[in-house]
């Protein structure tokens, strides 16, 4: 079963990075589109940031934008969210998603066959 395998997460302080690493063998970004998501205590899941497949167009949260941003290397076949400028409302289990929706529905969770087994991250004050 394919499957993504999540790497990164951690204890940090408010302002601080940390970057995110999804692997994602037999998924090639000519072909699959990645997304990030993110679940924090009580809430629901929620949509942080995609890169689309092929030409690689990012999207991004209100919530991140201009802090965090998504790559990935072709060459490892690896997703990566560069986190920046971290605060505390960061803090959740940041997931990895793979699959092929249409641009419109990249935000959606329901958009994706193939999660990572997230990784928790958490940012103090």
């Known amino acids: 079963q394919v499957q993504l395998v999540e790497s990164g997460g951690g204890l940090v302080q408010a302002g601080d990075s940390l970057t995110l690493s999804c692997a994602a063998p037999?998924?090639?970004?000519?072909?699959?589109?990645m997304a990030w998501f993110r679940q924090a205590p009580g809430k629901e899941r929620e949509f942080v940031a995609a890169?689309?497949?092929?030409?690689?167009?990012?999207y991004y949260a209100n919530s991140v934008k201009d802090r965090f941003t998504a790559s990935r290397d072709r060459g490892r076949n690896t997703g990566l969210l560069q986190m920046n400028s971290l605060k505390p409302e960061d803090t959740a289990v940041y997931y990895c998603?793979?699959?092929?929706?249409?641009?419109?529905?990249?935000?959606?969770?329901?958009?994706?066959?193939?999660w990572g087994q997230g990784t928790q991250v958490t940012v103090s004050s």
């Open positions: 998603a793979s699959g092929t929706p249409i641009t419109s529905s990249l935000r959606y969770a329901s958009s994706y066959a193939v």
């Open positions: 037999e998924r090639p970004f000519s072909r699959y589109s």
């Open positions: 890169i689309k497949a092929g030409g690689g167009n990012t």
